[in-house]
């Protein structure tokens, strides 16, 4: 079975700064989505920024990039420039068989913005 | 574009009784997914619908129970609810039968069971 892990429940960063978050995942498929999702206090899960495993190019979003390592199974997203809007719950999530079945989510990583 | 919609925001029920939640799909999407979410923690997959008939089921009782209905909209409903069952329920829609399909979520309903 698939699992997502995030092992960082809260990190901060000045505004402006730039911050890692790290996610792990295990699946024995080859070919998968990986996606990272923004939850704010309002609850509304946004899509950030999502990865297909056949690309080697790590994808990018505006200040949003990830760092996506197949054989390590590792799928880090970095923020450059943080904002106060950044502040949220993030969720790493697995999508496997063509990102038509279920999402699996890691437990989050909270996000704090200090200005 | 309609997004994703989800009602009731809000309900408190007690232990034992029966809830229904509804979901309104994105407009052309032809598949939805309910998640659980449970509070500190990230959303959990229960099961997905495509057309009308459930494509997939996570790891949940039989007392979680759902329909898709012609136009793409779907309800989960929750008999014998117990105390564990309050969460905030996730609905997403897609479109399924392509390469790559994301999901769009909804608000969610926060379910309270006391």
């Known amino acids: 079975a698939q699992t997502v892990t995030q092992s960082q429940p809260e990190m901060s960063v000045q505004e402006a700064e730039t911050v890692t978050l790290s996610c792990t995942y295990d699946t024995s498929e080859s070919d998968y989505y990986l996606f990272w999702y923004k939850q704010p206090p309002s609850r509304q899960m946004i899509l950030v920024i999502r990865?297909?495993?056949?690309?080697?190019q790590n994808a990018t979003e505006n200040r949003f990039s990830v760092n996506f390592q197949k054989a390590a199974k590792s799928f880090s997203l970095k923020i450059s420039d943080s904002q106060l809007g950044d502040a949220a719950m993030y969720f790493c999530a697995y999508g496997g068989e063509g990102g038509t079945y279920k999402y699996i989510f890691g437990t989050g990583t909270r996000l704090k913005v200090l200005a | 574009e309609t997004g994703v919609t989800q009602s009731p925001t809000h309900l408190i029920k007690t232990r034992g009784q029966q809830v229904t939640l509804r979901c309104s799909s994105q407009?052309?999407?032809?598949?939805v997914s309910w998640y659980q979410q449970a509070l500190g923690q990230g959303p959990q997959f229960i099961f997905q619908?495509?057309?009308?008939?459930?494509?997939g089921r996570g790891n949940f009782p039989p007392r979680f129970s759902g329909l898709q209905f012609p136009n793409y909209s779907s309800e989960l409903n929750v008999n014998a609810l117990e105390l564990d069952d309050s969460a905030l329920y996730l609905c997403?829609?897609?479109?399924?039968?392509?390469?790559?399909?994301?999901?769009?979520f909804g608000p969610g309903t926060r379910l309270t069971v006391l």
């Open positions: 990865q297909e495993a056949y690309k080697q």
């Open positions: 619908y495509y057309r009308e008939e459930e494509n």
């Open positions: 997403a829609s897609s479109t399924a039968g392509i390469s790559y399909n994301e999901q769009f």
């Open positions: 407009s052309g999407h032809n598949t």
